[in-house]
């Protein structure tokens, strides 16, 4: 039995997301990973196997697809629902800042709201005229660092991550952005391998989820290296290595950007000297703070 639909007959795009959506809320997936509702995610799923372009939008909902294609999405759809499988997982893809990224289970799927200030080019905190040096910290996938890369055309951008696994996909999303030029790939213990380099951005996108929250997480994050996750007891164990270490490699007029997720309250309570800045995220989100170079010796 087809998940939600009779496997007879012809079905058009636009109706394929309709009766994908349905099938999704009725088998109450968790979304979170790239998509926060059912019929987005439904639209990725069809337009990935239909192969078209989401800039189409509703131009294309009319196009009838092949047996084939109506089989691979069912075929996805269950691994879906049935295995809680992040979609991104199951298409290889993921978006993020404008760019499409290869992703796997050895990375996170790309989600943070760091994008939007990547594409405000860090206004108006980053007060340097020309950006030339961006640390990424703990890169995954390489999201981020390349979107930075691509906010920052003139900047040479690292990209650090302890897990070799990620390495290895963030290298490939190096290659096929044509970014190789511009984007370097270091396995590091946060700052092991760039000792003596100053940067004029730092961004992490660190793993920021204690021990209590871990064991409640929906089942989709099982699929996603527990390395990118889990950071001690509260959480901070690896943005209290970032707030210790920062300062020495930014620039005097640098910015350090950290996203912290549900651990705000927890980086409050143990760092009440600094003055953290937590800029409005738009699009939704939030959980992220900028600190100026001069402020991360206020307090730590």
């Known amino acids: 039995m087809a998940v939600g639909a009779e496997a007879a007959g012809a079905e058009t795009v636009g109706a394929a997301i309709t009766r994908c959506a349905r099938a999704l809320r009725r088998g109450r997936v968790y979304f979170g990973h790239g998509t926060d509702n059912a019929r987005d995610e439904a639209a990725e799923l069809v337009f990935y196997v239909a192969g078209l372009d989401h800039a189409a939008g509703s131009r294309v909902y009319d196009r009838v697809l092949t047996p084939r294609r109506r089989a691979r999405i069912e075929a996805l759809l269950r691994r879906r629902i049935e295995e809680r499988i992040p979609l991104a997982y199951l298409t290889s893809r993921a ?5 499409e990224l290869y992703v796997d289970e050895r990375v996170l799927v790309p989600r943070s709201p760091v994008a939007e200030l990547i594409q405000r080019r860090f206004a108006p905190w980053a007060t340097r005229r020309a950006v030339r040096r ?4 703990g890169t995954g996938s390489g999201a981020i660092a390349l979107a930075c890369a691509k906010a920052f055309p003139r900047a040479q951008v690292d990209a650090v ?3 070799a696994e990620a390495l290895t996909v963030c290298r490939r999303n190096i290659r096929r952005l044509g970014l190789a030029g511009q984007v370097r790939a270091l396995r590091s213990d946060h ?4 000792q003596g380099r ?3 951005i730092i961004v992490s996108n660190p793993p920021y989820v204690g021990r209590a929250e871990m064991r ?3 089942r989709e994050y099982t699929h996603e290296p527990r390395l990118g996750l889990a950071s001690g007891a509260d959480g901070l164990d690896s943005v209290r290595a970032i707030l210790s270490a920062s300062r020495q490699h930014l620039e005097d007029d640098g910015i350090l950007v950290v996203e912290v997720g549900n651990t ?3 980086l409050l309570r143990s760092f009440p000297k600094l003055p953290f800045i937590w800029p409005e995220i738009e699009m939704g989100g939030g959980g992220v ?3 100026r170079a001069e402020d991360l010796t206020r307090g730590g």
Do not use: C
Not at 95 to 99: I, M, V
Not at 134 to 137: A, H, N
Not at 191 to 194: G, Q
């Open 161 to 163: 991550d302890i897990s």
């Open 95 to 99: 978006f993020f800042a404008g760019l």
């Open 198 to 200: 100053r940067y004029d």
């Open 289 to 291: 703070f900028i600190l």
């Open 134 to 137: 961006i640390l990424d910290v």
């Open 264 to 266: 705000e309250r927890a």
């Open 216 to 218: 409640r997480l929906p």
């Open 191 to 194: 700052f092991a391998a760039v």
